[in-house]
């Protein structure tokens, strides 16, 4: 068997004409339908639907060969050797594939309607009983209300799209046409108002997410706008200085309670801010607007919204607080004791006492659980302005004196006595 490179590519069966299937139509109308005018267009839609059969069992591993119709598998390699055993035609995948190209060869799921139109059309005697054949195949290719967007009326019949459903609608009718065909007519219309509805709701849906995107993208963009946080704004830690000043005067025997307040309330509301932020890394996102909370797992992609229009992302809230020493790091029960005590506190001395367990209270903290000392060092820097060691350094360096408030002086040498003995045990391990 000799070679010859692409002899022959497959030639496939042209489309019909809308003007010759309308006179068909027409004719019936009048009724008077010819067998001639029937058979000359079964003819050549049993052609068209044999080549749209034979293309898509080709672009599934079956060409077929255009010489003697054997079937030739290929493994679809752009340069595979297509050979038949039947014949001597040769050529490549390729060159076969380059030939359905531009041919309207769609035929979807329509596999099982064509194959019956190509077995059945010669079983029918009479002229209308294969034009209704006619009429179905025509139309099953029009009207697939259960497949929306799976139209390929164009795989028959010349023209665009649009076109030749319009075709397919206004095609004549009489009332002397073919009374099935009359009948099938109210069915084929029921399957098209069907793909109709299911595509206007398709296209609905569409337009509904489109303006959901729009919105979202617009509240964004009002949040930019507004200067919106990502995330409710933490408030910073307390200055040394003001702390330094409040037992300075304390040592002095000057109680001012304005000042000391002030330091409460800033503790307070860092201590809210630190609660705020600990809750969040555990799904309860606050909203930096209103009072609300949102559920959302910061390590998600997807945009955290608020119902009062606020959006931002786990992203945006994590990059937001990192490096702001904003961790809890298991101070939680002695946090949530000041912000329960505090605000009940009468007097300056209670207050003052309760000021100085709290910022003291990470040395207790690193004495009870000295395998976490480095987080419990960053407890007081959290609440104070400052690296870990220079708040460390700052509260061994308060000032505390005879007239300082009662029990400061005590507590502070408890604190003391315990950091020495950490300090020695930290020597003993390093
Ligand atoms: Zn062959
Ligand atoms: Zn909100």
């Given at each position: 068997?000799?070679?010859?490179?692409?002899?022959?590519?497959?030639?496939?069966?042209?489309?019909?004409?809308?003007?010759?299937?309308?006179?068909?139509?027409?004719?019936?109308?009048?009724?008077?339908?010819?067998?001639?005018?029937?058979?000359?267009?079964?003819?050549?839609?049993?052609?068209?639907?044999?080549?749209?059969?034979?293309?898509?069992?080709?672009?599934?591993?079956?060409?077929?060969?255009?010489?003697?119709?054997?079937?030739?598998?290929?493994?679809?390699?752009?340069?595979?050797?297509?050979?038949?055993?039947?014949?001597?035609?040769?050529?490549?995948?390729?060159?076969?594939?380059?030939?359905?190209?531009?041919?309207?060869?769609?035929?979807?799921?329509?596999?099982?309607?064509?194959?019956?139109?190509?077995?059945?059309?010669?079983?029918?005697?009479?002229?209308?009983?294969?034009?209704?054949?006619?009429?179905?195949?025509?139309?099953?290719?029009?009207?697939?209300?259960?497949?929306?967007?799976?139209?390929?009326?164009?795989?028959?019949?010349?023209?665009?799209?649009?076109?030749?459903?319009?075709?397919?609608?206004?095609?004549?009718?009489?009332?002397?046409?073919?009374?099935?065909?009359?009948?099938?007519?109210?069915?084929?219309?029921?399957?098209?108002?069907?793909?109709?509805?299911?595509?206007?709701?398709?296209?609905?849906?569409?337009?509904?997410?489109?303006?959901?995107?729009?919105?979202?993208?617009?509240?964004?963009?009002?949040?930019?706008?507004?200067?919106?946080?990502?995330?409710?704004?933490?408030?910073?830690?307390v200055p040394q200085k003001v702390i330094a000043?409040?037992?300075?005067?304390?040592?002095?025997?000057?109680?001012?309670?304005?000042?000391?307040?002030?330091?409460?309330?800033?503790?307070?509301?860092?201590?809210?801010?630190?609660?705020?932020?600990?809750?969040?890394?555990?799904?309860?996102?606050?909203?930096?607007?209103?009072?609300?909370?949102?559920?959302?797992?910061?390590?998600?992609?997807?945009?955290?919204?608020?119902?009062?229009?606020?959006?931002?992302?786990?992203?945006?809230?994590?990059?937001?607080?990192?490096?702001?020493?904003?961790?809890?790091?298991?101070?939680?029960?002695?946090?949530?004791?000041?912000?329960?005590?505090?605000?009940?506190?009468?007097?300056?001395?209670?207050?003052?006492?309760?000021?100085?367990?709290?910022?003291?209270?990470?040395?207790?903290?690193?004495?009870?659980?000295?395998?976490?000392?480095?987080?419990?060092?960053?407890?007081?820097?959290?609440?104070i302005e400052g690296?870990?060691?220079?708040v460390?350094?700052f509260?061994?360096?308060?000032?505390?004196?005879?007239?300082?408030?009662?029990?400061?002086?005590?507590?502070?040498?408890?604190?003391?006595?315990?950091?020495?003995?950490?300090?020695?045990?930290?020597?003993?391990?390093?």
């Amino acid at each position: 068997m000799s070679l010859h490179p692409d002899l022959t590519a497959p030639e496939w069966a042209q489309r019909l004409r809308q003007t010759d299937i309308r006179k068909l139509y027409e004719q019936d109308a009048s009724g008077r339908v010819e067998d001639a005018a029937v058979n000359a267009i079964g003819t050549r839609l049993l052609a068209r639907c044999g080549s749209l059969l034979a293309a898509d069992a080709a672009v599934r591993g079956k060409a077929e060969c255009p010489q003697c119709g054997c079937v030739i598998k290929h493994d679809s390699r752009g340069d595979e050797q297509l050979v038949c055993s039947g014949c001597s035609w040769a050529g490549t995948w390729g060159a076969y594939r380059q030939s359905l190209k531009g041919q309207n060869l769609r035929l979807g799921n329509l596999r099982p309607v064509v194959e019956h139109f190509v077995g059945h059309f010669a079983h029918f005697r009479t002229a209308r009983e294969r034009l209704i054949q006619i009429d179905f195949l025509l139309h099953q290719f029009q009207s697939r209300g259960d497949h929306p967007g799976e139209v390929f009326a164009t795989s028959l019949l010349e023209g665009k799209e649009e076109d030749v459903e319009q075709f397919l609608e206004t095609l004549e009718y009489g009332e002397r046409s073919t009374s099935e065909l009359v009948r099938m007519r109210a069915h084929y219309r029921e399957g098209l108002s069907q793909r109709e509805t299911v595509r206007k709701k398709e296209k609905e849906k569409a337009r509904q997410i489109r303006r959901d995107q729009k919105e979202m993208i617009r509240r964004r963009a009002d949040a930019v706008k507004a200067d919106g946080p990502p995330a409710p704004v933490p408030t910073p830690r307390v200055p040394q200085k003001v702390i330094a000043r409040l037992y300075y005067l304390d040592a002095k025997g000057i109680y001012d309670e304005d000042l000391l307040d002030e330091v409460g309330c800033h503790l307070l509301a860092r201590i809210e801010s630190i609660m705020v932020v600990t809750r969040t890394t555990h799904g309860q996102v606050k909203c930096p607007l209103c009072p609300k909370v949102v559920e959302a797992n910061l390590l998600s992609e997807g945009p955290i919204a608020c119902d009062c229009g606020w959006v931002s992302t786990g992203f945006a809230i994590r990059e937001f607080y990192k490096g702001r020493r904003l961790t809890a790091g298991g101070m939680e029960p002695y946090y949530e004791e000041f912000l329960s005590s505090f605000p009940h506190a009468c007097g300056y001395r209670a207050k003052m006492v309760l000021v100085d367990q709290l910022i003291h209270r990470f040395h207790d903290f690193m004495a009870q659980r000295e395998d976490v000392m480095t987080r419990s060092r960053a407890g007081a820097a959290n609440l104070i302005e400052g690296k870990a060691w220079e708040v460390n350094d700052f509260l061994d360096g308060l000032t505390y004196d005879d007239n300082s408030t009662a029990g400061l002086a005590a507590v502070r040498q408890v604190w003391r006595n315990r950091l020495g003995r950490d300090r020695q045990e930290d020597g003993n391990v390093g």
